[in-house]
């Protein structure tokens, strides 16, 4: 038999318990009523994120994927409103596409193509701009090669009497 | 999907005959009669006053013009629907619309006549009808049209003592984007969180699956507002199937489309509809009717069009 001073502190142990469980979680764990009087907690102010492909990778796995496919070469799982299909990122000539329109064209949009810049923070945009860049292998030059047309060959048949 | 927990809405699947034999009266209502509650309402009359018990119908993505074999005929399946919910003892107050009225197009002309049709479609009704856009109607010129034929892209409205606001998550992408949550907050922070808050949107706020696009890219922002509010029910479509899931204080519900219906995600890789079946025509296709009592508890009821008189013939 437990003495009572044991009870007693088991009794305190299992209130206090109980109350801990409550300070977790500001807003989830409190009956209705008491929500909107507890006020919530500051988020920590995270410090700015420097732009990065792998931010990129993950933002692209949101965000873009649906329409431009998970290579980014235009075979989205998701068919356009119009019935047609998002264009390829893959073939983006480093010319026409400098990385600072890929980036213009992210932020504010082309006709179907959603203006980002208005959800999302200059550094996701630029971190969206690497990813695709990413997906053209600007740096290493393409040779040019030419395929060789086949010149129109006479062919001699035997005709045999 | 997993079931919302709350034990202040009820759900049921009835055909509507079914649901036609119980005299069309709001069916027992879960009780929430707890001290907390009646505290909560007292608040709630300082701010928009006492509910008084009302019904409404969610009618979504009707997908007006679209010609194909996944519904042979649109027009039949919304004039169905139309029919039926007119037919609703008692009467629904109104109608709330969760986006893709229309099959999208790239012409704007054509785009114009299927919204002004529909428009047409829902004005013959006589039923009051509140209406948001979906990518269909608005992704192509980034809501232009939708805005002249129909009205504002969001907005909000107080009926009978509950808030509704109407949510855009379409017109420029799937997000909501700084603007709209800036309005959101101001709108919120005028409201009281015991008044139970109903938001109507086409995309849900929630990632049910991104591949898809049957997301919103800044939903956690704004289910972050509406933290604090006691009550908040979310309706959307766009996922053209029967979903319902919980996120903190907010219940989520999908409602069934009129035009076709889709898969859960994973069991295609690409999302396109399959052909209307001979034999079941309206598979997966109906509408959902919404009890709201005076104590702020939903019934909510999802009605089939399959339940039919046969003997109808559709154009």
């Not at chain 2, 859960?264 to 034999?279: I, M, R, S």
């Not at chain 2, 089939?304 to 013939?313: A, F, Q």
């Amino acid at each position: 038999m437990a003495p009572y001073w044991a009870k007693v502190c088991l009794l305190i142990m299992c209130f206090g318990l109980t109350l801990s469980s409550y300070a977790g979680v500001a807003n989830a764990a409190l009956p209705p009523p008491f929500r909107h009087r507890i006020v919530p907690k500051p988020i920590p102010r995270q410090k700015p994120s420097v732009p990065s492909i792998a931010e990129g990778a993950a933002l692209f796995a949101e965000s873009c994927l649906s329409c431009h496919g998970p290579r980014g070469n235009g075979e989205g799982f998701w068919i356009l409103p119009t019935g047609t299909s998002a264009p390829r990122l893959d073939n983006l000539a480093t010319e026409d596409w400098p990385a600072q329109k890929i980036a213009q064209v992210i932020a504010k949009g082309d006709g179907m193509m959603p203006a980002w810049g208005e959800t999302m923070t200059p550094g996701q945009i630029q971190s969206l701009t690497l990813y695709v860049e990413s997906l053209n292998q600007r740096t290493v030059p393409v040779p040019k090669t030419e395929t060789p047309k086949l010149k129109p060959q006479t062919v001699l048949v035997r005709m045999s009497h | 999907m997993s079931q919302p927990t709350s034990s202040i809405t009820k759900e049921s699947m009835l055909t509507r005959r079914g649901f036609l034999a119980l005299g069309g009266t709001a069916v027992g209502l879960a009780a929430s009669g707890s001290a907390f509650h009646l505290a909560a309402y007292a608040q709630s009359l300082k701010s928009s006053g006492p509910i008084t018990p009302f019904r409404f119908v969610q009618l979504t993505d009707t997908h007006l013009g679209y010609v194909g074999d996944a519904n042979r005929s649109v027009m039949g399946t919304i004039t169905m629907a139309l029919g039926q919910i007119a037919s609703l003892t008692p009467h629904p107050d109104f109608l709330l619309v969760t986006g893709d009225l229309t099959q999208g197009t790239a012409s704007d002309y054509e785009r114009k006549r299927r919204l002004l049709l529909f428009k047409q479609v829902l004005d013959a009704s006589k039923i009051p009808y509140y209406t948001v856009p979906g990518e269909h109607d608005a992704l192509m010129d980034r809501g232009v049209l939708y805005q002249m034929v129909m009205g504002d892209l969001h907005y909000g409205f107080i009926h009978k003592g509950v808030q509704f606001l109407g949510l855009d998550n379409v017109s420029r992408g799937f997000f909501l984007g700084r603007e709209q949550l800036k309005w959101v907050k101001r709108q919120l922070d005028m409201m009281d969180p015991a008044t139970p808050l109903m938001l109507f949107c086409h995309a849900p706020l929630y990632n049910v699956f991104a591949p898809w696009n049957w997301y919103t890219f800044d939903g956690a922002a704004l289910r972050a507002m509406a933290a604090r509010f006691h009550r908040v029910t979310v309706f959307y479509g766009h996922v053209h199937q029967m979903m319902s899931h919980r996120t903190e204080n907010m219940a989520h519900w999908a409602g069934l489309p009129t035009a076709w219906p889709f898969p859960e995600p994973g069991d295609l890789v690409k999302l396109q509809p399959w052909p209307q079946g001979a034999t079941h025509p309206y598979l997966g296709l109906g509408y959902r009717v919404v009890d709201v009592s005076a104590s702020g508890d939903l019934q909510i009821t999802n009605l089939l069009l399959s339940e039919v008189n046969h003997g109808t013939v559709l154009g």
